[in-house]
């Protein structure tokens, strides 16, 4: 071992990450020569969506333990930025009675950011210790826990966090293409993770636990690593949810939003980058074409009725059906690469 | 004196709702290690057929509620039929998120073809009066909710106990393939698992419609994620653990009420949640899981 150099697997991986980067510019290179201006949003949300399925892949498809946490850490990233960056002189308005006094002070976008992904890191981290313990049922019902904590508590201190209000007046600092850029770099640092050494160990402890440790995976301690790195992934969308829109509120972050991301993951595959990039795409779009379905629009002269629920109808129908049918998702275990390399592969 | 009646009453009836809803998921956990998340959606399909019935059939409540109960072991059986079947076997998590799909499904089927808006169902609402015993002064449905859980409890004992079915059932937990080799039906025993839940689901379903007084299509979401939690805390899939957790559950979320200050009333849920988590921290598997080592034959 003169000098660490990447294997094989992970060349694979840059290739891949490589791939799936260019799936994400083609989406917005497309935008930018056909769509219209109302897409914007879509797509920013989308993408929004896409760091924290990435995010999501790291943890629960690494470890394939279900994790419903990822709407806290996100929302606690997103008031820890916008109560940041505000100007003083709009807090001394939307939040006027402010404890601490975080209404009096204001930071740059870029410090307002640190100090959300750390505080994010610094949860993820407290809350990873208690988690890495537990098994499969319990880690889940833990991570509900958090989220209903948190939840409650972004509720309750209405004078911090407006709870059902908006908290508004955050600058608009982020834009689609710096948000490609986040997504970019985060498929890149999800497809390195996976095919790292603790990935490795930590996907060797998902398939047998039992014969990991023999071999001599500390799985504790790879849970912890990938749990808290997920964490950072949801921090970074949290910021980049809450740098565009300009407002938010303590609804988006709770189990509505646990449901769409988990359902994106499971689609795409839980095992794979690929899958968890093609699920988000594949979803945001037909979720789109439902939601105007929803609305009861004029089909070839005949008005169909409105039919509230719907969106919701296919997201559970995707979930029943793909568990059903294709237990692994759209990918499996393969990602981006082991389709276009699959002679090689083979050979 | 008496307030201290009243909320050990009030401790009581909660815990006894959980423990109703925590069986159910514990018995179909115990056989085959699914957490079954659209139990919820079993309890306000319960609430919903309430509403159809009691407006088109008949007002009579008795008659309702075995409607009520029929209802609810109906739809837990065809779920299992329809959606079950093909993930047994499965992973816990091709498992855990089959049966959240389904939840989002029926969730969103009873907006679909009900309403957002709760739709009015007050048969049962004469099940809550209040009683005056001496100097306390008691909900009568709080203790209706007590001694039906009991009842309950034992019932199930002397089913799982007495009955070919039952003791299939507790043999199927521990071993299912022994169960199928001794040449019982393995589909007759998940359904009968599922019947179970389903009329315990039921059972629940009378009292938080009593208390309620309309359907909602999410309206069983809250109280399944607390018995979940129960569940979690006496151990996912032991039914004593089940019953232990639900009453442990409604003690703690009636002492967080009374202990909490007024002010931070809306912390309670969060309270509680913590209460578990460190529970859960002190013993991962629950309070009465059985010792076990990873790779032992589950």
Not at chain 1, 172 to 200: H, N, W
Request: some cysteine; proline content about 3%; glycine content about 10%.
């Amino acid at each position: 071992m003169s000098r660490p150099r990447l294997n094989s697997a992970q060349r694979r991986g840059l290739l891949g990450s490589a791939l799936l980067g260019l799936v994400v510019i083609a989406v917005v290179g497309a935008y930018y020569l056909w769509g219209e201006a109302w897409q914007a949003r879509i797509l920013y949300a989308t993408f929004v969506n896409l760091l924290v399925v990435v995010g999501l892949q790291v943890f629960m498809g690494n470890a394939n333990i279900t994790s419903f946490a990822h709407a806290a850490f996100m929302g606690i990233a997103a008031y820890t930025a916008a109560i940041c960056v505000t100007p003083a002189a709009m807090k001394a308005v939307s939040l006027p009675d402010a404890p601490w006094g975080l209404n009096a002070f204001e930071l740059s976008p870029l410090a307002s950011a640190a100090l959300a992904v750390l505080i994010t890191g610094v949860l993820g981290l407290l809350t990873g210790l208690f988690m890495a313990r537990l098994n499969g049922v319990g880690m889940t019902i833990f991570s509900i826990a958090i989220l209903v904590i948190v939840h409650s508590i972004f509720l309750h201190r209405t004078d911090i966090f407006k709870g059902n209000q908006a908290l508004f007046g955050i600058p608009k600092i982020l834009d689609l293409p710096q948000l490609t850029l986040m997504v970019v770099a985060a498929i890149f640092l999800a497809r390195l993770f996976r095919e790292s050494r603790t990935g490795l160990m930590l996907r060797a402890a998902a398939d047998d636990e039992v014969g990991a440790r023999a071999m001599g995976v500390d799985v504790f301690r790879v849970r912890l690593v990938a749990w808290v790195a997920s964490t950072l992934f949801f921090a970074a969308a949290g910021i980049a949810y809450a740098f565009h829109l300009g407002t938010i509120s303590a609804r988006p972050f709770y189990f509505n939003f646990v449901f769409l991301t988990v359902a994106m993951l499971i689609l795409g595959g839980l095992r794979s980058v690929s899958g968890a990039v093609f699920g988000t795409l594949l979803i945001s779009i037909g979720l789109e074409a439902v939601r105007w379905l929803e609305t009861g629009p004029v089909l070839a002269g005949v008005k169909l009725p409105e039919l509230l629920g719907l969106s919701g109808l296919a997201l559970g129908g995707v979930i029943v059906a793909v568990m059903a049918f294709l237990p692994n998702g759209l990918m499996g275990n393969r990602e981006i690469d082991d389709l276009v390399l699959r002679r090689r592969n083979g050979g | 004196m008496d307030y201290l009646i009243q909320q050990s009453l009030n401790a009581l009836s909660f815990g006894a709702e959980y423990a109703l809803i925590a069986l159910g998921l514990a018995i179909v956990f115990s056989i085959m290690r699914l957490v079954n998340f659209a139990h919820g959606e079993v309890i306000a399909f319960g609430g919903y057929s309430l509403a159809v019935t009691g407006t088109l059939l008949t007002g009579n409540p008795w008659i309702l509620m075995a409607c009520v109960v029929l209802a609810c072991m109906a739809v837990a059986v065809v779920l299992e039929r329809v959606a079950f079947r093909t993930v047994r076997g499965a992973d816990l998590t091709t498992g855990l998120l089959t049966a959240f799909g389904v939840s989002i499904i029926l969730q969103n089927l009873f907006l679909l073809l009900g309403s957002p808006r709760p739709v009015a169902a007050t048969q049962f609402i004469f099940l809550d009066r209040t009683l005056t015993l001496g100097p306390v002064r008691v909900s009568s449905l709080q203790i209706y909710e007590t001694a039906v859980t009991v009842a309950a409890i034992v019932a199930l004992l002397l089913f799982l106990r007495r009955t070919t079915l039952g003791m299939a059932l507790r043999a199927a937990a521990l071993d299912f393939e022994m169960v199928r080799l001794c040449g019982l039906r393995a589909n007759r025993v998940v359904a009968g698992a599922f019947a179970i839940s389903g009329f315990l689901a039921g059972l629940a379903c009378i009292f938080i419609m009593a208390r309620r007084g309309s359907a909602q299509p999410h309206m069983g979401f809250d109280p399944v994620l607390s018995a979940f939690v129960a569940c979690v805390i006496g151990g996912f899939g032991s039914l004593p653990g089940a019953v232990l957790g639900g009453f442990l559950l409604g003690i703690a979320e009636v002492a967080v009420l009374i202990l909490l200050p007024q002010s931070a009333g809306g912390l309670a849920h969060a309270v509680v949640f913590a209460l578990v988590a460190l529970i859960l921290v002190w013993r991962p598997d629950g309070i009465l899981s059985p010792a076990r080592e990873k790779g032992d034959k589950l």
